[in-house]
């Protein structure tokens, strides 16, 4: 199984911003779509953003659509989440994984995780 590595989260106020990354270990990053999911205390995991394996299909969820930014770097094996104008909403662990698609370009929320999960990286958002 591919590893994953999820790096950049921290301590920030609201209105702030944050960049996760999450590097891939492997060769065959680029032949697979990518997506972010988060779990805050007491709920669910819960799909952020998804990024198709050229990064030229996304999606987001309603929650942080317009404020986060997914993208991809396949010649480094990393994935990248830029977060804008965090809430406190945001605060959860953060994941990565690879996403088994339907369409080979296109990414929905419903596609689901293959891959083992990391130890994620925390993002604390403050009033």
């Known amino acids: 199984q591919v590893q994953l590595a999820e790096s950049g989260g921290g301590l920030v106020q609201a209105g702030g911003s944050l960049r996760l990354s999450c590097k891939a270990s492997g060769r065959a990053f680029g032949s697979y779509a990518m997506g972010w999911f988060r779990q805050a205390p007491g709920k669910e995991r819960e799909f952020v953003a998804g990024?198709?394996?050229?990064?030229?299909?996304?999606y987001y969820a309603d929650s942080v659509k317009g404020r986060f930014t997914i993208s991809r770097d396949n010649a480094n094996n990393t994935l990248y989440l830029q977060m804008n104008n965090l809430k406190p909403e945001d605060t959860a662990v953060y994941y990565c994984?690879?996403?088994?698609?339907?369409?080979?370009?296109?990414?929905?929320?419903?596609?689901?995780?293959?891959?083992?999960w990391g130890l994620g990286t925390q993002v604390t958002v403050s009033s």
């Open positions: 994984n690879g996403l088994l698609t339907t369409y080979s370009d296109h990414v929905f929320p419903e596609d689901p995780p293959f891959g083992s």
């Open positions: 990024i198709s394996y050229s990064g030229g299909g996304w």
